[in-house]
């Protein structure tokens, strides 16, 4: 079975400080997502990477940076954390599907930031 | 840009019923996935949609695609008290960039 595993279940910052979530898959996927996922919202996509030290901007990266050095671990970097970024994030990974970076997207279990 | 549409957003229903989620998406799309996710849990896939007239079933789910009407449904049969979870569909969108746009999802109850 595909796991892809997010270091923090819950986590708590203050207003102003740089924050890292952290998500490991053991699949040797190409791809990589950070989504957000808010109430009456859906999944948002926030960055994806295709490989190595490569990646792409989704359809809400403002506030947000991403770091993939290995290919099995993508990292979400909030440089100064703000109360509207207080939501769930899910990491996925997936293979290509043809030509397109998403396949069938297999997520963690999710990171719940509480921004004070 | 791609919008997708899903209703309801709130669903109880008694066991033993059967009942539609509907999936409305605004551009040309050629891929869908149904996801469910339960409380506290990661999103699971369900089902993925290939093509015009695509049906999918599993146990007492079943999916389908219309290209053409740009509409996908989940119908559940004879539901029963396990399927209570949030569903969400995700048509993947056109163009250079193609990534699966996520529904609302269709937070489904059954009662017993």
């Known amino acids: 079975d595909v796991k892809v595993t997010q270091s923090s279940r819950y986590l708590v910052k203050r207003t102003g400080e740089k924050v890292f979530l952290e998500c490991v898959q053991d699949?040797?996927?190409?791809?990589m997502f950070w989504y957000r996922q808010d109430p009456g919202l859906g999944l948002r996509l926030i960055y994806f990477?295709?490989?190595?030290?490569?990646?792409e901007k989704g359809d809400i990266p403002e506030g947000y940076s991403v770091s993939r050095e290995k290919k099995e671990r993508f990292s979400l970097i909030l440089e100064s954390a703000s109360t509207n970024q207080t939501s769930m994030y899910l990491c996925?990974?997936?293979?290509?599907?043809?030509?397109?970076?998403?396949?069938?997207?297999?997520f963690g279990e999710g990171s719940r930031l509480t921004v004070l | 840009e791609l919008k997708v549409e899903q209703n309801p957003l709130f669903l109880s229903m008694q066991e033993g019923k059967n009942y539609t989620i509907y999936c409305n998406y605004s551009?040309?799309?050629?891929?869908l996935y149904w996801y469910r996710q339960d409380p506290g849990k990661s999103l699971e896939s369900l089902f993925v949609?290939?093509?015009?007239?695509a049906v999918k079933q599993e146990g007492r789910l079943m999916a389908s695609l219309d290209t053409k009407a740009r509409l996908s449904t989940l119908h559940i049969t004879a539901a029963v008290h396990d399927l209570s979870a949030t569903y969400f569909c995700?048509?993947?969108?056109?163009?250079?960039?193609?990534?699966?746009?996520f529904g609302s999802g269709t937070q489904l109850t059954v009662l017993p």
């Open positions: 996925a990974s997936s293979f290509p599907h043809g030509g397109d970076y998403t396949g069938e997207l297999f």
């Open positions: 699949m040797d996927h190409e791809n």
């Open positions: 990477s295709y490989d190595v030290k490569m990646k």
């Open positions: 949609l290939l093509s015009n007239g």
């Open positions: 551009t040309t799309s050629d891929r």
């Open positions: 995700a048509p993947i969108s056109s163009g250079s960039a193609r990534q699966l746009t």
